[in-house]
């Protein structure tokens, strides 16, 4: 302690009969030192504490070489989700295009199916009674896309390896530009793309 205060008295320019030495107890085992210049505010803080284990000199020695590394940040908070109306179908909100993309692949899916079963093409299909069967399966498939949303869930939040809501969102991309180059192709050429 008198090493330590004469080294930090010489540091700064002081003499000895300036600095007096206040201990304090702190009740788990432990002394804490304070020294503290008699004029100055400037204070200095030495720790000793009892060791409850003795430390063998190999520990102690492949202890001070590893440097201590600082706890990782805790995860970011998860974004708190919107459930308002104008939110939700906001023109980069999370209905429109998960709607309109799942709508599209079973769109494109049901199209070349019946085209391969039957040989008829999109539109010989919604001429002769697909219209009423789209529009009740895009009923039930947009309700059942807008209950969880208005609940607060998320598609990324349900996300999986290989069924991500990012995978969903690009194959509704492409089944949209599917469905829309299967019409014009089927339009120039005049008759159904499988035949």
Do not use: H
Request: proline content about 9%.
């Amino acid at each position: 302690m008198a090493a330590v205060s004469a080294s930090l008295m010489a540091m700064k320019g002081t003499s000895v009969q300036q600095w007096r030495p206040a201990e304090r107890s702190t009740g788990f085992g432990e002394t804490r030192y304070t020294v503290m210049p008699a004029s100055r505010g400037l204070r200095v803080k030495c720790m000793a504490g009892v060791d409850p284990q003795p430390k063998d000199s190999s520990t102690a020695s492949t202890q001070s070489t590893t440097p201590i590394s600082p706890p990782p940040p805790p995860p970011p908070a998860p974004k708190k989700i919107s459930t308002n109306f104008r939110d939700v179908f906001a023109f980069s909100g999370p209905a429109p295009e998960t709607i309109n993309g799942r709508l599209a692949m079973l769109g494109f899916v049901s199209a070349l199916g019946i085209e391969i079963a039957s040989g008829r093409d999109l539109f010989s299909q919604l001429a002769s009674g697909g219209v009423p069967l789209f529009l009740g399966s895009a009923f039930v498939l947009t309700l059942a896309s807008l209950i969880p949303m208005f609940n607060g869930v998320s598609t990324e939040s349900k996300s999986q390896a290989i069924m991500s809501a990012r995978a969903e969102m690009w194959n509704g991309r492409f089944a949209m530009l599917g469905l829309v180059a299967l019409a014009f192709t089927e339009y120039l050429k005049g008759g159904p793309l499988i035949s």
